[in-house]
């Protein structure tokens, strides 16, 4: 299927959809440390002057140049989005393409990030970056879906039946690992610990695994992040999934999501608080990280036995 006026249309509007979101989501993060335009200013130095003290930049005209190169580059992987979305109505096996392709957005931002504008994060949270990124590919999704909501039910399938099963599946895989790191933790006779110290680590910039208080607020907000992730992640593998009901070969994409998340989950301790992986075994991550996926997996291939027998029978 060769591009139109229509693809291009709708791939810069939602491009420009994601970028009003992300620069929404940095104007409100920054007007609530108390200095609005912070954050565009600091990724247009780094981007635009290779600027590596942020404490010494001003704010300036850098905001609208680097406004129009973000809203640029959203609109090419809009359009790129716009293609793979309206091709899949012939082709449903490009929907692994899109997967690839928002896979590596997320990354391909991270990447410049860290190696043009390193300082940046030493200004704005991990989970700033991270959250803005997931908003941005969710309105963008949300913006093409809306416009083609045919080819979402013919995809998907009912959208309740997917959230319905997501939903449940993350919930599942949270449970089973706040049930084992609260036996862990009361075999070691400190209950509540893991989720304490992660919370800490993540919510709180905690460095020093001595200096921790286990206290009720805490937990439960690290709870919430924690229950939130794995909705999300059970989400994507129920949409996965829907499609591998009809497209087999997508249950490929399936298959590498959970190879990827638990990969994800130790690059994402070692690159945030690495001292963690000093404070308890590793062994007990790996074991968490498995007992979420045993859950997961069991809920949902039982959705979708249909789907995974012309899968493992195919040549």
């Known amino acids: 299927m060769t591009a139109t006026p229509r693809h291009l249309r709708e791939g810069v509007i939602a491009g420009l959809i994601g970028a009003t979101i992300v620069a929404v989501w940095f104007l409100i993060y920054a007007a609530a440390r108390g ?8 990724l247009g130095s780094a981007a635009l002057q290779g600027v590596e003290d942020p404490t010494a930049v001003p704010v300036s005209t850098l905001v609208v140049q680097y406004t129009v190169l973000h809203g640029v580059v959203f609109a090419l992987v809009g359009i790129l989005i716009a293609y793979l979305i309206v091709s899949a109505q012939r082709q449903p096996a490009r929907l692994l393409m899109l997967v690839i392709a928002l896979l590596c957005f997320e990354v391909f931002f991270l990447a410049v990030v860290v190696w043009l504008a390193r300082p940046v994060l030493d200004d704005v949270a991990w989970w700033a970056i991270l959250l803005a990124n997931v908003l941005a590919a969710g309105g963008m999704l949300a913006y093409f879906f809306v416009g083609h909501r045919a ?3 013919a995809l998907l399938g009912p959208r309740s039946r997917v959230a319905k099963e ?3 599946a993350g919930a599942l895989g949270a449970a089973a ?5 609260l036996l862990y933790d009361t075999a070691a006779g400190a209950p509540l610990r893991t989720p304490a110290l992660l919370g800490a680590a993540v919510l709180e910039g905690l460095r020093d695994p001595a200096a921790l208080t286990i206290s009720l607020p805490l937990i439960l907000k690290y ?3 924690h229950g939130a992730a794995f909705v999300v992640f059970g989400w994507l593998a129920a949409g ?3 499609l591998g009901d009809r497209e087999p070969r997508l249950l490929y994409a399936f298959v590498m999501l959970f190879v990827c998340f638990e990969v994800f989950s130790f690059a994402m301790i070692a690159v945030l608080a690495h001292w963690l992986l000093e404070a308890f075994a590793w062994w007990t991550i790996l074991a968490a ?6 859950a997961m997996l069991g809920y949902l291939l039982r959705k979708h036995r249909v789907a995974w027998r012309a899968f493992l029978s195919a040549p």
């Open 35 to 42: 200095a609005p335009f912070r954050t565009p200013t600091l």
């Open 151 to 153: 080819l979402g039910r």
């Open 166 to 168: 997501g939903f449940v």
């Open 177 to 181: 690992v706040a049930v084992w790191f």
């Open 223 to 225: 709870t919430l992040v």
């Open 240 to 242: 996965l999934l829907a």
């Open 289 to 294: 990280n498995l007992l979420a996926a045993l």
